[in-house]
């Protein structure tokens, strides 16, 4: 029974990053990098819990606080820092997918334990490990290909419009993260009326980006190397 719930608890993740490593049509990243990313993703889970914890004592718990504030904010800025600190400069990061393969990564990991502890302090029965993978586990994929996106656009970016690339980076992922937690908080009879078209627009839009910044690639005219890097 255990090893069924964490399969169902963990599957979602790998699956939606096996999935966004695969669409990197030229030039795929580095298993090593991307795995390395999703366990760092894993890792921050207990400090930005800490965090959370000390804007609520700090601020409150109204619904609009905990939604823009103690879960965007908080988790977004710390996966932020994450993927500038450690990607951005990174060898590995050569075109502008890149960016959306190692946001995602730190996003899925992040996302993946949250499920994991989800499961298994809650009973959870097949629907709602369903309902799990479906909204925040996938909205967790979302807001890591927007930050990864606008990251990739940053990095071959002129000078001049870097900054505004990395603010964007930064904000849009809060915001949608924030609006995405106060529809569920504060429409909580009828938010299944909401979300679904909200993410399915978030969907539509990510997967233009995608492949946005897959035509923006600078191996795009070059032979694509079909063997997966280790």
């Known amino acids: 029974m255990l090893f069924s719930v964490l399969t169902a608890a963990i599957a979602p993740g790998v699956f939606l990053l096996t999935y966004l490593y695969l669409k990197d049509k030229y030039d795929t990243e580095p298993i090593h990098m991307v795995v390395r990313m999703f366990f760092i993703g894993v890792l921050i889970l207990f400090p930005i819990m800490i965090l959370q914890r ?89 807001f890591g290909i927007t930050m990864g996106y606008y990251m990739g656009k940053a990095k071959f970016a002129s000078a001049k419009r870097v900054k505004p690339y990395l603010i964007l980076s930064l904000t849009l992922p809060i915001l949608f993260h924030g609006l995405y937690d106060w529809i569920l ?7 299944m009326w909401i979300i679904p078209p909200f993410m399915a627009f978030m969907w539509i839009w990510a997967l233009r980006n995608m492949q946005r910044a897959n035509n923006r690639s600078p191996f795009r005219l070059l032979p694509r190397e079909d063997e997966i890097k280790l």
């Open 54 to 142: 000390g804007v609520e004592l700090w601020w409150g718990d109204h619904q609009f606080i905990t939604a823009f504030g103690l879960s965007a904010l908080v988790e977004e800025c710390i996966k932020w820092f994450v993927l500038y600190h450690i990607i951005y400069n990174h060898t590995e990061f050569d075109e502008p997918y890149d960016g959306i393969v190692y946001a995602a990564s730190i996003s899925l990991g992040f996302a993946t334990l949250e499920n994991v502890l989800y499961a298994l302090m809650q009973p959870s029965g097949f629907g709602t490990l369903m309902f799990r993978a479906l909204l925040p586990v996938s909205g967790h994929a979302l």
């Open 185 to 191: 908080l504060a429409f909580a009879h009828v938010w």
